[in-house]
Nanobody, 119 residues
Framework: QVQLVESGGGLVQAGGSLRLSCAAS????????MGWFRQAPGKEREFVAH????????VYADSVKGRFTIARDNTANTMYLQMNTLKPEDTAVYYC????????????WGQGTQVTVSS
């Protein structure tokens, strides 16, 4: 497992933007895929977006498509989530996760960062 540390959460008004970062502790970090998930109070954790590390291909949940952008910096072992046009329903704890190999699920998780969008 890899230690992942999220940052960048906070309080923002509806329509605003935030950028989340997820930094991996390993010097040689090359997962198969990394993703962002979120969990709102009283709800189950849900998928937000993922990026396949080697090729940079991305997939988004319908609820964030066109507003959020996932990206990675291979040299810095860091993944990002640019969140624009934020809505109150985006309020949640956001988690980053790494999937080390294709045949396994997400096996490393960050501690989470709170995003609160006020109306």
């Amino acid at each position: 497992q890899v230690q992942l540390v999220e940052s960048g959460g906070g309080l923002v008004q509806a329509g605003g933007s935030l950028r989340l970062s997820c930094a991996a502790s390993e010097r040689t970090f090359s997962p198969y895929r990394m993703g962002w998930f979120r969990q709102a109070p009283g709800k189950e954790r849900e998928f937000v977006a993922h990026i396949t590390w080697s090729v940079g291909s991305t997939v988004y949940a319908d609820s964030v498509k066109g507003r959020f952008t996932i990206a990675r910096d291979n040299t810095a072992n860091t993944m990002y989530l640019q969140m624009n046009t934020l809505k109150p329903e985006d309020t949640a704890v956001y988690y980053c996760a790494a999937r080390s190999v294709v045949l396994r699920g997400y096996d490393s998780w960050g501690q989470g960062t709170q995003v609160t969008v006020s109306s």
